[in-house]
C-alpha cells in the first residue's frame, strides 16, 4: 500500500521544483485534458468537463435569478462588421482565425472565428431595439470562442476556449455601470463561495482595458506560486459601440437616444484557477460545490464478506442524500486507490474494511488537509451521511482559509521601486500593493523596473504612501501589482 | 379584443396558402430566432433558445442515465486529419468551411470547423486507448457544427446549427451495435414523450447512409404539409475508423484488436420538426415538456381593484407548484395578449378579470385545441394548480393524437408507380409505403418518376405486396417513401 502510494506520488513533479510541469502534470494526470494535434486545442475530458458543467450549472442559474437570458449568435463575424468599432478591432483582428473559403469556393468577404461577440449582438440590437419598452436586454451565451495566441497552455491560455460572455444594454449609462459592477460582484461571490477562492475586485487601468470600453473591471486572484490569475471581468461600454453600430431607440420624451452597454465573461480558466489554488503534491484538490465526485467510498479488502455490500450501502445512502457519490470497487490496491482518490481531488474520501464494518465505523478523510475521522455507521448510516454533508461545507471553508493565507502571507507593501525589487528577490513572486500617480509612464516603469504590471485599482483602497512609487509625485491610487497569468 | 385579436392573425401568412412562408412567419413573430448578415447563419433569441435549453435538459439527463459522459472536442480539423477515412472526407469536404489564416499569418496546414466530430474522436482514443479495461467509452458533446449549404433555412438547414453528438467505442461488434439501436430508442422515446412528435424507426438505404458508416438508424416524422423530416440518427461505424486511425486495444487474451464505433444525434431541428408538426394558423403550439413558460396568467380588466393581486397570486402558486409559469401585466389589451399567448405557443393561459374574481373562477384555455374550461379558485388554489398539471399532460396526450392522426391520414399504401403518383396528385404529399427489391437503381427511379425517395426501412415491416414496387421483381424490404426536409 505505501509502495502503490509512493508510486503515484512520484509520477507528479514537485510544486516547488517546477510549478510550471506540476501543473500541466495535473491536467493530465487527473484527466482533465488530452492534448490533439492542433497547437492551442485541447480535447476536455469527462472529468475536466464535469467540472465545466458544475460551474456552468451554478453562474447559469445566478444570471438568471437577476433577469438574464440566454441566447446564441453565429460563430462568424463578417470582416467588415469587425472593423466598425476602431478599438474594439485594433484589440481583436491581430489575433483572429479566418475562415476564407466554404467548400471549394473562396468567400467573397472572409468571415473571421468570433474571439468575443460584441459585433454581433451590436448587429442584432440594432435589428430588435426600437423604444425604451424594448430595454433593457440582458442577454448572455455559453460558448466557445477562438484567439490566435502564440504561447498557449491547458486552461490558462488556449487558442479555442469555452466561456460565457454577458452582453447587455440600458437607457441609460446608470443602468449599464450598476450592470457592470453588479456583475464583478456576482462572480466575486461565485470565486469565493463556490470554488473557495478569495479574490480582489478593482478596475483595470487605462491601458489595461478590454478594446471598446469604457471601463474595465476585474477580479484577480493569487497562484500557489505567487501569481496573479484574473478569474473574470465586466466591461461598461458606454455609448461607443452604439454609436459605431447605429443603435437607437426612442426614449419616454419620443427623442432618438443612443443606449449603453456592458459585457462581461468567465472561461475555463477557472479551472486553471482551480488547480493553481488549491493543488498539491499529491494531485487536484476540488471545490466540493463543483466536484464531480464530492464523496468517493473506497472499499479495503474487498475480496472480504460482507465489505462490498456495506460499501455499495454507504454509496447509496449518500446519493440518496443528494451527494455527488462514487466507489471505486476495482481490483486495485487500496494505497494506489487513495493515491488515484487524491490526483483526481476528490474533496471526501471514506475508507471501508473488515475491521472497520466490526467496530461498525468507517474512516472519512478530507482530501485538503489530510484529516482522518472515524464515523459511525449505525443508525442507519443516519450519521454518516449527516457527517459527510458536514464535512463538505467544512472543506469549502477550509479551502477558502488556506487560500486567503496563502495571499495574505504573499502580499506585500511597499513605498519603492527598490523595496519592490528586495522584497520579490526575498520572498518570491507575489501581489504587491503600492501607489500610483495615475501617468501611464509610471505604470510601464514599474514594470519594466521590477517585473511587476498593475493588476487593478482595488475598490478597497489603503493610503500607504501619498507619494507615487515611482516618480514620487501625489499618488492617486492605491495598485496592486502582480506578475500575471 | 376582437380586432386586436383580428390584426394579431392576420400577420402570420395561412399554412395552406403558403407553408414556407407560414414557416418563417412563426420563427420571427414567435421571436425564435432573427437573420444576421451571414447567410445561414442565424441568432437564436431567448424564446428559442429556452425551448433547446429545455431539449438539452432532458436529453442530457437520458443519455447520463444511460452511462453517457459529456466531453468537449475542438472545433477545428486538420485537413489531414479529415483526410484519414476515404468515404467520411468525400462526404464531408465540399460542404466545409476553411481556416487559413491565424491572424496575419497564414497557416502551414488549413483547418476545416468541424462538420462533424468522428475524426477528432478518433484521434483521441488512438491517444488514450490501449487495453480492453479502457472500453467502452460512451461519450456525447453538445457543440455547434458547420456544413457550407447553398440553400438554408431556419433551424432546418442552416450553415451553423446546434446539435448533440454521441461518439461510442466498444470492444466487440454487438456491443456498438446494440448502442446504435438503444441511442435510436431513446431518440424515438424522447420525441414521441416529450415533443408529441410519433416517429417511425428505420434503417437508411445504402445510398442514404452516413459518409463512412456501416448502416445508419433514423427516426423519421411527418410534418403537417405531408414532407418527412429526419428527426435523429444514430451510426454503426464497425470498425472502419479504427483501421483508418490505428486505434487498437489489447483484448482479455492479450492480442491487438479493433473495437467498434458509433455516433449519433440530433439538432436544433427538432425546434424546426415541432414547429410544422403542432403549429397552426394562430403560430407556434409547443409541447408542454420543452415549452419555456409552461401556464401564462392572463389579467383581463386589470386596472379595476384586486385583478392584479389575484393574477400574481395565481402566478405565484403555479411556481411554487414548480411549473413554468409567467403574467403578461403589460398595458396591451386582453385580446392582443391572448393572440400574443398563442403566437408563443403556450400550451395553457388562464384568463382572469372581475367577473371571474366574483364568481370564484377563472377561465383556462389550452392552446393547441381551445378547449375552455372554467377552474374553481376555492381550496387555497388547490384546484386551479392540479387543473393546471392535469391540463398539461392532457396537452401532450392530445398533441400526440392529432400529430398521429395527421400521419395516419397521409400515409398511403401502394403497389406501382402508376399509383404512388396517382395518390400523391390526389391527396397531396405524405409517406408512401411500398416494397422495394433492394436495387438502388430501382430506388433512384422511384424518386426520379414519383418524386419520392426512400426515408427508411421501418423496422416494423408490412408485407404490402411480394414485388419490388419498381421492377416487379422479389421484394425486399417494405420502405417508408417521401418528400423530405
Given at each position: 500500500m505505501a509502495k502503490n502510494n509512493q508510486k503515484m506520488v512520484e509520477e507528479i513533479t514537485s510544486m516547488n521544483e517546477d510549478f510550471a510541469k506540476w501543473y500541466t502534470?495535473?491536467?493530465?494526470?487527473?484527466?482533465?485534458?488530452?492534448?490533439?494535434?492542433?497547437?492551442?486545442?485541447?480535447?476536455?475530458?469527462?472529468?475536466?468537463?464535469?467540472?465545466?458543467?458544475n460551474i456552468q450549472r451554478i453562474l447559469d442559474t445566478m444570471f438568471k435569478e437577476l433577469g438574464h437570458e440566454n441566447v446564441c449568435m453565429p460563430m462568424f463575424i463578417p470582416e467588415s462588421l469587425l472593423n466598425k468599432?476602431?478599438?474594439?478591432?485594433?484589440?481583436?483582428?491581430?489575433?483572429?482565425?479566418?475562415?476564407?473559403?466554404?467548400?471549394?469556393?473562396?468567400?467573397?468577404?472572409?468571415?473571421?472565428?468570433?474571439?468575443?461577440?460584441?459585433?454581433?449582438?451590436?448587429?442584432?440590437?440594432?435589428?430588435?431595439?426600437?423604444?425604451?419598452?424594448?430595454?433593457?436586454?440582458?442577454?448572455n451565451q455559453w460558448v466557445s470562442v477562438v484567439r490566435w495566441e502564440k504561447t498557449t497552455r491547458p486552461f490558462l491560455?488556449?487558442?479555442?476556449?469555452?466561456?460565457?460572455e454577458g452582453h447587455t444594454i440600458h437607457a441609460t449609462a446608470e443602468e449599464a455601470i450598476d450592470e457592470t459592477e453588479r456583475m464583478l460582484n456576482c462572480y466575486a461571490r461565485f470565486c469565493e463561495e463556490y470554488l473557495?477562492?478569495?479574490?480582489?475586485?478593482?478596475?483595470?487601468?487605462?491601458?489595461?482595458?478590454?478594446?471598446?470600453?469604457?471601463?474595465?473591471?476585474?477580479?484577480?486572484?493569487?497562484?500557489?506560486?505567487?501569481?496573479?490569475?484574473?478569474?473574470?471581468?465586466?466591461?461598461?461600454?458606454?455609448?461607443?459601440?452604439?454609436?459605431?453600430?447605429?443603435?437607437?431607440f426612442t426614449n419616454k420624451d419620443n427623442k432618438l437616444t443612443y443606449p449603453h452597454q456592458t459585457s462581461?465573461?468567465?472561461?475555463?480558466?477557472?479551472?486553471?484557477?482551480?488547480?493553481m489554488t488549491h493543488g498539491d503534491d499529491n494531485g487536484l484538490v476540488l471545490p466540493p460545490a463543483v466536484a464531480p465526485v464530492?464523496?468517493?467510498v473506497i472499499p479495503v479488502a474487498q475480496h472480504k464478506e460482507g465489505?462490498?455490500?456495506?460499501?455499495?450501502?454507504?454509496?447509496?445512502?449518500?446519493?440518496?442524500?443528494?451527494?455527488?457519490?462514487?466507489?471505486?470497487?476495482?481490483?486495485?490496491?487500496?494505497?494506489?486507490?487513495?493515491?488515484?482518490?487524491e490526483m483526481k481531488g476528490i474533496p471526501v474520501r471514506i475508507e471501508i474494511g473488515p475491521k472497520d464494518i466490526e467496530n461498525g465505523a468507517?474512516?472519512?478523510?478530507?482530501?485538503?488537509?489530510?484529516?482522518?475521522?472515524?464515523?459511525?455507521?449505525?443508525?442507519?448510516?443516519?450519521?454518516?451521511?449527516?457527517?459527510?454533508?458536514?464535512?463538505?461545507?467544512?472543506?469549502?471553508?477550509?479551502?477558502?482559509?488556506?487560500?486567503?493565507?496563502?495571499?495574505?502571507?504573499?502580499?506585500?507593501?511597499?513605498?519603492?521601486?527598490?523595496?519592490?525589487?528586495k522584497t520579490l528577490e526575498q520572498n518570491g513572486d507575489g501581489f504587491v500593493k503600492a501607489m500610483w500617480c495615475g501617468d501611464e509612464a509610471c505604470e510601464d516603469k514599474v514594470k519594466e523596473v521590477t517585473g511587476v504590471g498593475s493588476r487593478c485599482i482595488p475598490f478597497e483602497q489603503e493610503q500607504i504612501d501619498d507619494k507615487c512609487v515611482c516618480c514620487g509625485k501625489k499618488a492617486k491610487h492605491m495598485v496592486l501589482w502582480g506578475k500575471a497569468y
Open positions: 502534470d495535473i491536467v493530465k494526470k487527473a484527466e482533465l485534458i488530452e492534448y490533439t494535434s492542433v497547437k492551442g486545442c485541447m480535447v476536455i475530458r469527462p472529468y475536466g468537463y464535469a467540472i465545466w458543467e468599432e476602431k478599438d474594439h478591432v485594433e484589440g481583436f483582428a491581430p489575433e483572429v482565425a479566418w475562415v476564407t473559403h466554404g467548400g471549394s469556393e473562396k468567400l467573397e468577404e472572409r468571415l473571421c472565428v468570433r474571439p468575443t461577440s460584441e459585433t454581433l449582438f451590436c448587429e442584432h440590437y440594432a435589428n430588435i431595439i426600437q423604444s425604451y419598452r424594448d430595454l433593457p436586454k440582458l442577454y491560455r488556449s487558442r479555442e476556449f469555452l466561456w460565457q473557495a477562492i478569495p479574490v480582489i475586485k478593482g478596475k483595470k487601468t487605462e491601458s489595461d482595458k478590454f478594446a471598446g470600453a469604457v471601463s474595465t473591471y476585474a477580479i484577480e486572484a493569487l497562484m500557489h506560486d505567487g501569481k496573479a490569475l484574473q478569474a473574470g471581468t465586466s466591461h461598461y461600454f458606454g455609448d461607443g459601440f452604439a454609436k459605431a453600430f447605429d443603435i437607437q462581461w465573461g468567465v472561461t475555463t480558466r477557472l479551472i486553471g484557477a482551480i488547480i464530492q464523496v468517493i465489505v462490498l455490500d456495506k460499501a455499495n450501502e454507504i454509496l447509496s445512502k449518500l446519493k440518496d442524500a443528494g451527494i455527488r457519490a462514487a466507489i471505486d470497487d476495482t481490483d486495485n490496491s487500496p494505497g494506489w486507490k487513495y493515491s488515484q482518490a468507517c474512516v472519512m478523510v478530507t482530501r485538503h488537509n489530510r484529516e482522518k475521522t472515524a464515523v459511525s455507521l449505525e443508525n442507519s448510516f443516519e450519521t454518516l451521511v449527516e457527517t459527510a454533508k458536514q464535512k463538505l461545507n467544512e472543506v469549502r471553508d477550509g479551502m477558502y482559509a488556506l487560500a486567503l493565507e496563502n495571499r495574505e502571507k504573499k502580499t506585500y507593501t511597499c513605498r519603492s521601486l527598490d523595496e519592490i525589487n
